[in-house]
């Protein structure tokens, strides 16, 4: 999808959709293309056990419990990108309700320290249903000086 994207894009994921952006960036044509990476409440540094639990708070695990499993086997690989990335990152971060705590974005920032960090007050995990304005204020706010 990033070949069809002008060059220099920004790269923005959510949750899930986070992991698969970090994956997709393992490939250097894609990186090329890409101006940085915005993570929406997420991070590569996964606990399974503490993923498995949020996830069952707030849906239906059991019916995406193999998608689950093959994104926490992963965490090890998109870890490993993530601290190889030469590419400006953003994590935007709910406050209560999010999935993250302070360990989670210590271990982002350990692994790739030159990442922005964003809180969004008032906003749980699914920050654009949230504070949708907060959300775009803050990736535009941050990302304006990445083109």
Known sequence: ?????PPAS?????SLGGLAAIAALAD???RARVAGLVL?????????????????????????T????????QAPRLRQVTAELDLPL??????????????DIDQLLHLAPHTTVRPI???GHLIARDQ??????????TTAAWR
């Open 1 to 5: 999808m990033v070949h069809t994207e």
């Open 10 to 14: 920004v790269v923005v994921g959510a």
């Open 28 to 30: 250097p044509a894609v």
């Open 40 to 64: 929406v409440d997420v991070v590569p540094c996964l606990e399974p056990s503490r993923v498995r639990r949020f996830l069952a708070s707030v849906g239906p695990l059991g019916a995406h």
């Open 66 to 73: 193999e998608l689950v499993e093959d994104t926490l086997a």
């Open 90 to 103: 953003l994590l935007v971060h709910g406050g209560n309700g999010s999935s993250l705590t302070d360990e």
């Open 121 to 123: 007050r008032g906003a």
């Open 132 to 141: 949708p304005v907060a959300l775009a204020q803050a990736v535009i706010a």
